[in-house]
């Protein structure tokens, strides 16, 4: 795939200012633990909101659900439309007890919830459960995911593209905190949408209409 002058200024744009906003947040992020990891409990929830939406519009995302579409229609989307009531429960319900326990993570509200040493030992296994066999399966697709897409634009090896990630993400979390990450998130969740957008439009006038379309 050959990218023109305008892709290539689009792309460097793009990081310049994921970069920027991680810069931005540095000091923020260095006031205090709790600064950096939970925001100081003072993010916006609509910052916070959209953050969680951009999250699940990963690499992945348009791969998989393209693929549902292919394979079983619309409702395909079911597969993950589910979790829509999970997400609802956290927000308006399990949040607001969240937060008047003043956890930082889930692991940690195991233990308050719970008491002495079984409450100790449940911590430490969802620690490790979900530290490392859970959170390495999601971040190994969402990475081959995106190393697969910049193999196809830019026609790196998936090594490089892997490598070329991985400074990228670690230098900016490790420097802005959560308030980088979501502010971030919110950024590139405007791009997605408006680019999302924008391929469905000329997808479908390229095809001949709407009406043409087979969605049984």
Known sequence: MELCWLDWTFIIWFFAIAIWIGLY??????????????????????IAGVSMVATTFAADTPLVVSGLVINRGIAGNW?????????????????QLWRRTEAVTDVELAQIRYAGKPAAF???????????????IIFGWVTLAMAKILSVTLN????????VLLILTV?????????GVVSADAFQFVI???????????????????????LN
Do not use: C, E
């Open 156 to 163: 790196w090896p998936k090594w490089q593209a892997i490598a």
């Open 122 to 136: 449940l911590r430490g296994f969802r620690g490790i459960y979900l530290g490392i066999p859970i959170t390495g």
């Open 25 to 46: 947040y540095a000091r923020r992020a260095s006031s205090s633990i709790s600064d950096y990891f939970i925001s100081g409990r003072n993010l916006p929830w609509l």
């Open 192 to 214: 997605a949408m408006a680019g999302s957008i924008l391929l469905a439009i000329i997808a479908v006038d390229h095809i001949g209409g709407i009406a043409v379309l087979n």
């Open 79 to 95: 597969i993950w439309w589910n979790m829509v009531f999970s997400g609802m429960l956290t927000v308006f319900f399990f949040a």
């Open 171 to 179: 230098a900016y979390i490790t420097i802005s905190g959560l308030w």
